[in-house]
């Protein structure tokens, strides 16, 4: 079997999985979770046998045309580099593990069949961009996720948080995807094609004539897609859907896309210096921003979720500063480490029966409770916090080590001023990522107070997931860097000694600061009376399978969405170091600093408004007129139907006397007179 033909099946299998998962839910559901399972898993063997064709060596191209239109040609083609195939590998592991870990976590869940099969869409749709050698192809596989991602975050769509997380995913990033197919088709106009290597052929020539307008219209459409600021305040929210689902968004694909979208035609934005300057500011208020929040947030998944945030942030400072293999390298490590974190949040929420870290602060034992969860948990942590040698630190160094390079001159594949916004922003994130992930570590762990509820042990098919998780998080970055220049475009991605010494002591410090920030807070939470667990009445939740706790973990994050009863006992007197540190900060961080506020004022509440107006102009002003011309035939039909009174004797005399009227004006224009 030909490469091209591998390439092929890697996207079409988790179609053919989801649609068949969609016509056999409710007639077969035997088949449900093997249709769920088994074509992610193929996927995943064959993306691995491409990677291993593709080597990093020459780029694999073939197309047809799709449909002629006369000028552009759109044609289905696939472009297959060392970054599409290893993305592809990423995207395929993490879709198997959120699948088989889904098969335990949503177990008596009744919209399982819809779920799964949904999942393997998104996987697909996410494939295709990777593998897509043409833009409009692309563009299908971006914007079916986007549809994906509306149904998968209003899983839970009888809590009004799902449902206003999903409507706001799906507003707020097609606001980003507007001028983004604006900018794709102006490209192609000036390419002179979709097809992606012409496209690069003539971005690398010189050739595009409006280089800095495609390019900033380009990136509305990433930063609605990556949550990059300032379109990243979907991302939060959509933690509303099932963790699972926040694993696969958050690790593999839509945040992702937009990463690897820039990466695939870094050469159309370094054609603009001041596209590349905009991305890099774009970045380091991301990556500052949500550092700051994260410290702040009160629910595990949102800390989880701003983590994300910053971590796109350092992809796209990468970016930034002309290095996509130190983008992409983040990308891999950060999609392993990331997923390990939502699934085992996933566990300790389902032990702790809420999402709420203040809740968990005033527990005892609940790294007891969930094991598994505790130590993959940690690795997943030091991980993100870039700590040697654990994954994270590699990659995270190759971004900074870019930067470094691009700000003291010893390269030119961007601006300087790119270069210093990028390190100085991501020293600072540095900082930050510990703190938080600190924090997080400290609360969820390291409580005090009663005993953790026991809501039995966790399916085998979720702890199983975590440790095959825990060994790319681990031990990815430290073999990977010296292996994947080779696969990228050869650019060195050693950690620098500068950047190395400067990030691992700024973590360092924010580590610290934070247990030395908790220990304070929690001597002074000593004097305050322990609150009890949260409980949770099981039976009301939904039956035989929420009567045994043990039986569905949705079930119980489902529950949590609506119970913030523990969590605002607790806040006040919980011992959180974010708000220590933080100080007069910590308010407008918990609230994402107000910009949802804002975007109210600026926006919703003006839409609203004009809507009002339109609905009183076609209310009272269109339809006034349509209702008078419609009065005008209904008065003379009634003075008509007043004639109509079905008497022969009166038909008779109107018939003479109009015949006598007639023949006296005939009379009168023949005498002339």
């Known amino acids: 079997m030909t490469t091209t033909t591998l390439a092929v099946l890697v996207p079409l299998l988790p179609f053919l999985g989801a649609v068949a998962g969609l016509l056999l839910g409710r007639t077969a559901p035997g088949f449900v979770r093997p249709l769920a399972v088994l074509p992610a898993l193929a996927a ?51 879709a198997t593990c959120v699948q088989i870990y889904s098969t335990g976590y949503l177990r008596d869940d009744p919209r399982y069949p819809s779920y799964a099969a949904l999942v393997s869409l998104f996987t697909s749709a996410m494939l295709l961009v ?13 914007e079916v996720m986007g549809i994906c991602s509306y149904f998968l975050v209003g899983h839970y769509w009888e809590t009004p948080e799902a449902r206003a997380a999903s409507l706001k995913a799906f507003l707020v990033t097609k606001l980003g995807d ?78 992702a896309a937009g990463v690897y979208f820039v990466a695939r ?23 500052a921003g949500s550092g700051l929040a994260a410290l702040a947030q009160d629910d595990i998944k949102r800390v989880l979720a701003y983590s994300t945030i910053g971590q796109l942030g350092y992809m796209t400072g990468a970016l930034a500063v002309g290095d996509r293999g130190a983008a992409v390298f983040h990308l891999l490590s950060h999609g392993a480490f990331k997923a390990l974190l939502f699934l085992a949040a996933g566990v300790i929420i389902h032990a702790a029966g809420t999402n709420s870290l203040a809740a968990m602060s005033r527990m005892s034992h609940l790294r007891d409770r969930v094991p598994d969860a505790y130590w993959t948990m940690t690795v997943a942590l030091l991980a993100l916090a870039a700590v040697p040698p654990f994954s994270g630190f590699f990659s995270k160094e190759s971004v900074l080590g870019a930067a470094e390079h691009v ?53 085998l098919t979720m702890t199983v997931v975590l440790w095959v998780l825990t060994v790319p998080s681990l031990a990815f970055g430290g073999l990977a860097y010296r292996s994947l220049p080779g696969w990228f475009d050869g650019r ?85 170091p974010g708000r220590l540190l933080l100080g007069p900060l910590y308010r407008p961080a918990a609230v994402g600093f107000h910009l949802d506020a804002v975007y109210a004022a600026l926006f919703v509440r003006p839409v609203q408004a004009g809507a009002s107006l339109v609905r009183f102009l076609d209310r009272e002003v269109v339809d006034t007129y349509v209702r008078g011309a419609a009065a005008l035939p209904r008065i003379l039909g009634a003075a008509v139907r007043r004639a109509q009174t079905g008497n022969v004797q009166t038909y008779v005399s109107a018939l003479l006397a109009g015949t006598v009227v007639l023949a006296v004006a005939v009379l009168l224009v023949a005498t002339g007179a």
């Open 44 to 94: 995943l063997v064959l993306a691995a046998l491409v990677a291993v064709r593709q080597g990093g060596g020459q780029a694999i191209d073939s197309r047809t045309e799709l449909t002629p239109t006369g000028s552009v040609p759109i044609e289905l083609g696939l472009h297959i580099d060392g970054f599409a195939a290893l993305v592809a590998v990423l995207v395929a592991f993490v």
């Open 130 to 142: 990777v593998y897509s050698g043409d833009l409009i192809v692309l563009l299908v596989g971006w």
């Open 178 to 255: 507007v001028p983004f197919l604006i900018g794709l088709f102006a490209l192609a106009t000036d390419a002179g094609s979709f097809r992606i290597t012409r496209v690069l052929g003539m971005a690398a020539a010189g050739g595009l004539d409006h280089p800095t307008l495609i390019a900033l219209l380009l990136l509305a459409g990433v930063a609605g897609k990556s949550a990059q600021f300032p379109l990243h305040t979907w991302l939060p929210d959509a933690m509303a859907g099932p963790t699972p689902v926040s694993a696969l968004i958050h690790a593999a694909t839509m945040v």
């Open 265 to 287: 035609l870094l050469p159309v934005f370094e054609a603009s210096q001041a596209a590349m300057v905009v991305l890099a500011v774009m970045a380091a208020v991301t990556m």
């Open 407 to 459: 700000a003291t001159g010893h390269t030119d594949h961007a601006p300087g001023a790119a270069g210093w916004i990028v390190l100085v922003a991501g020293l600072l994130s540095a900082l930050f990522t510990a703190a938080y992930a600190t924090r997080l570590w400290l609360l969820a762990f390291r409580g005090r107070g009663a005993e953790a509820p026991d809501h039995g042990r966790q399916p």
């Open 492 to 576: 060195d991605l050693t950690p620098t000694l500068l950047t190395s010494i400067l990030g691992t002591g700024l973590a360092l410090v924010g580590g610290l600061l934070t247990y030395g920030a908790w220990q304070r807070t929690r001597a002074l939470a000593a004097h305050v009376p322990a609150a009890p667990a949260p409980t949770f009445d099981w039976e009301r939740l939904e039956g035989e399978a929420a009567a045994h706790p043990e039986g569905d973990a949705s079930l119980v994050e489902a529950h949590a969405l609506t119970d913030h009863g523990p969590a605002r006992r607790d806040l006040a007197h919980a011992p959180d």
